[in-house]
């Protein structure tokens, strides 16, 4: 049976030993000269084009399969391979309309069905993809590959618990690939079970140990275990093994923001930006690091770097917001926290961040909207009462000031009890 091989989540690739291609050499001058004495001979096309194809010789496979084609419309294989050929070449729609072909030729191909899943997947059409993969199944129910795609057709349509038992089927057909270990691994981070994906990890990386994204998943389960050094760790053997690997970078950054390593993030950010300026999560991190390193300045410079690249991300706007608001620059402040309010009006931290900018630019009032609006959204927000309470007091509103306080207190303010002793007794 033909098929195309994914590795996890990527793009299949076919690879040949040196001898292979020595071998398809000699098929295509073979062929070759068959065709010269017999020029209508639909398998000598066909064979020639299934060498070419085996070269990597996509484009050349093709026009055998078309010349075979052209003489034997119901060559089911012609029909099948060409449609391989196109998949090489990301023409997915063209592979489908192949594969569909083959199918309509030889229904019981479980090949036609599962490339013709492939090529789906490619196209984003994942309830079409599980139901190739399905019927592919069918036909041929120890395929371990087709229950490794089709789990990750299923992740892809958040079926995440589905996708975990076609992994652990494709597992128990062959406990030897590390393939459905590693795409079972971030199922169950979606699921919320890092300590289960670790597991799975662990054991992708026992199959395949030199594979760099096993170890860029290893850092990431253990990330979501709190286990920052370990995931550091991790991902630096990650970027050992591809140092060209921004991601394994950006989340080693994210690890060490988490220790507070913010120099170190920034180290990690500026290794991605020399490598791809358009790594937009770079100058956002970066911009991150430097407000805890009280760099605002420069903050801000790489807030508006990261919203060139992402004009419609609105934490964006709130962290350069933010920025602004410790460089004193109220009014900038509250021009990105109104960016933040109009795209969503339930951003609860924008509310109260827009109130604290409007308070020191002396607009109590305008403080106190935005505090209740904090509240309304989030009745236990205890910074809210306090600084509600504080606006109020300015305003001359001791009554109001002093309910405010009393309800931080209850809920556990820590600056509110100075607050009440000092304005209210």
């Not at 079970?193 to 594979?211: C, S, T, V, W």
């Not at 969503?344 to 020191?360: C, E, I, Q, S, T």
Request: aromatic share 14%; hydrophobic share 35%.
């Amino acid at each position: 049976m033909k098929k195309l091989f994914t590795l996890a989540l990527l793009l299949p690739l076919a690879a040949y030993a040196q001898s292979d291609s020595a071998k398809y050499v000699g098929f295509i001058k073979y062929y070759t000269n068959v065709l010269v004495q017999t020029p209508n001979d639909a398998s000598a096309y066909y064979k020639r084009g299934n060498a070419r194809f085996n070269l990597n010789d996509y484009r050349g496979s093709i026009e055998d399969f078309d010349r075979a084609l052209s003489i034997d419309p119901k060559l089911e294989e012609a029909w099948l391979d060409r449609g391989r050929a196109k998949y090489a070449l990301n023409d997915n729609q063209g592979a489908v309309a192949d594969y569909t072909q083959a199918i309509n030729y030889k229904s019981n191909s479980a090949a036609a069905w599962y490339n013709r899943g492939l090529a789906k997947r490619q196209l984003d059409d994942f309830k079409g993809a599980v139901a190739d993969y399905t019927q592919s199944l069918a036909i041929n129910p120890r395929d371990e590959d087709a229950y490794n795609d089709r789990g990750i057709s299923k992740k892809h349509l958040s079926d995440y618990a589905g996708a975990i038992v076609d992994y652990t089927q494709s597992i128990a057909i062959n406990p030897g690939n590390w393939k459905p270990y590693y795409n079972r691994a971030y199922a169950k981070l979606d699921t919320k079970d890092p300590q289960g994906a670790l597991i799975d990890f662990n054991k992708a990386k026992e199959l395949h140990p030199n594979y760099s994204d096993v170890y860029y998943g290893l850092g990431d389960a253990k990330r979501h275990l709190a286990d920052y050094q370990g995931a550091i760790n991790d991902y630096t053997k990650a970027i050992q093994l591809d140092p060209k690997s921004l991601d394994a970078y950006n989340n080693r950054g994210l690890a060490k923001y988490k220790l507070k390593d913010y120099k170190g993030e920034i180290e990690d950010d500026n290794t991605i930006l020399a490598m791809d300026p358009s790594y937009s999560l770079a100058w956002y991190n970066k911009g991150l690091a430097n407000e805890q390193l009280e760099n605002y300045s420069d903050a801000v410079d790489e807030f508006n770097q990261y919203l060139k690249l992402a004009p419609k991300d609105i934490d964006g706007y709130f962290e350069r917001g933010n920025a602004k608001s410790n460089l004193d620059d109220y009014k900038g402040a509250i021009d990105d926290y109104d960016v933040v309010l109009a795209k969503d009006p339930k951003y609860v931290d924008a509310w109260y961040n827009r109130g604290l900018a409007k308070k020191h630019s002396e607009d109590y009032q305008g403080a106190i909207v935005d505090y209740t609006q904090t509240i309304t959204l989030d009745p236990k927000y205890s910074d809210a009462y306090n600084s509600r309470g504080l606006a109020r007091y300015a305003l001359n509103d001791k009554a109001g000031a002093c309910a405010d306080f009393k309800k931080a207190i209850e809920l556990g303010n820590q600056y509110a009890p100075e607050n009440q002793k000092k304005f209210c007794n």
